[in-house]
Structure formats: structure tokens, C-alpha cells
């Protein structure tokens, strides 16, 4: 069984920096790719970044593009989220997810962790 825990949450003032940390277990995880999405009260799940399996491609949503860098550690698990220049507007619950494929499409991904809390105050 696939889970994934989403870890370094919390409350940043705006122009902060955060670093997420999304653990995978229950299959390989240097075989998959892995990304990022966040939703805020009454919006829809927006993606943030993404990473392929060897970590040599990474993609980014422009409204992170240049303050986020997602990254990956294939010899300790983890796949991380670095955030900076936070804005009142990345308030969300951000979510790890895990695929088959790199995608921008929530449903391309197979796996997603309970998500953890992201606010960011003006």
C-alpha cells in the first residue's frame, strides 16, 4: 500500500520561506514521478510543481515559477518543496502526489498524501 506524509507546514509571514517534505512508501520510489498541489478554501486543486523520476526535469506553475523549487532525494525518499518569497496568496493545504508520469493534471497522478497547511500572513 502506496502512502504518502506531507511534513513542514505551518504559519510564514509574507516574503518567508518554508520547506515542505512529502515521505513515499510501498513502492519504489525512484521509479515515479512526484508532484505538488495545493487548494485553497473554495477553490479548486491547483498544480504547483512537479519532478520526473531521476529528478533531471522539473516543472513549475508560473505563479510559483522563479520563488519554488521542488527537488528529490532518491537515496533517502523524500521529495521536497522549497518555498520562498511566500505570498498571502499560497495560503493552502498542499498536497504530495506520486505518478507514472510528470503531469500538470491532478488526474494523471495515482497516489496523494492528507496534505498539510500552508498560511501565510500579510
Known amino acids: 500500500q502506496v502512502q504518502l506524509v506531507e511534513s513542514g507546514g505551518g504559519l510564514v509571514q509574507a516574503g518567508g520561506s518554508l520547506r515542505l517534505s512529502c515521505a513515499a512508501s510501498?513502492?519504489?520510489?525512484?521509479?515515479?514521478?512526484m508532484g505538488w498541489f495545493r487548494q485553497a478554501p473554495g477553490k479548486e486543486r491547483e498544480f504547483v510543481a512537479a519532478?520526473?523520476?531521476?529528478?533531471?526535469?522539473?516543472y513549475y506553475a508560473d505563479s510559483v515559477k522563479g520563488r519554488f523549487t521542488i527537488s528529490r532525494d532518491n537515496a533517502k525518499n523524500p521529495v521536497y518543496l522549497q518555498m520562498n518569497s511566500l505570498k498571502p496568496e499560497d495560503t493552502a493545504v498542499y498536497y504530495c502526489t506520486e505518478g507514472n508520469y510528470v503531469s500538470v493534471t491532478s488526474d494523471e497522478y495515482d497516489y496523494w498524501g492528507q496534505g498539510t497547511q500552508v498560511t501565510v500572513s500579510s
Open positions: 510501498g513502492r519504489t520510489f525512484s521509479s515515479y514521478a
Open positions: 519532478i520526473s523520476w531521476s529528478g533531471g526535469n522539473t
